[in-house]
């Protein structure tokens, strides 16, 4: 895997990139769910290729009902990565690439959330 894509599965691939790229990805993986990723290569012939990409994961929304099937209030369910890349070449034959990843999974609610408690 090569160019912006190479971010989210082998850093290494990015190595040998000599154009910039700016990506920009959609899909709708499961159900409800959908995934919109955003991507930028910079090549550079001193310093190698660095990468940022960050990726947004949404469930969706769904109502919260109480017992008695009343809607109280929704819950979403989302999942963030932002992600900085580099690459280097070494010689013809090795590629080495590394990433930084910030992870965050978000559960936010419009009422009490489940297992809050009270």
Do not use: M
């Not at 090569?2 to 290494?12: I, Y």
């Not at 070449?89 to 910030?102: C, F, H, M």
């Amino acid at each position: 895997v090569d160019g912006s894509e190479a971010v989210w599965w082998n850093p290494a691939g990015l190595a040998r990139q000599e154009k910039r790229e700016l990506a920009v990805h959609h899909s709708e993986p499961f159900l409800e769910t959908q995934a919109n990723a955003i991507g930028l290569v910079v090549p550079s012939n001193l310093l190698g290729v660095i990468a940022v990409s960050a990726n947004l994961l949404d469930f969706g929304t769904e109502e919260q009902t109480d017992a008695d099937g009343n809607v109280i209030g929704s819950i979403t369910i989302r999942s963030y990565v932002f992600v900085g890349s580099y690459a280097t070449a070494i010689g013809d034959r090795l590629n080495l690439g590394v990433n930084y990843k910030l992870l965050q999974f978000s559960v936010a609610c419009s009422s009490r959330c489940p297992g809050d408690g009270g």
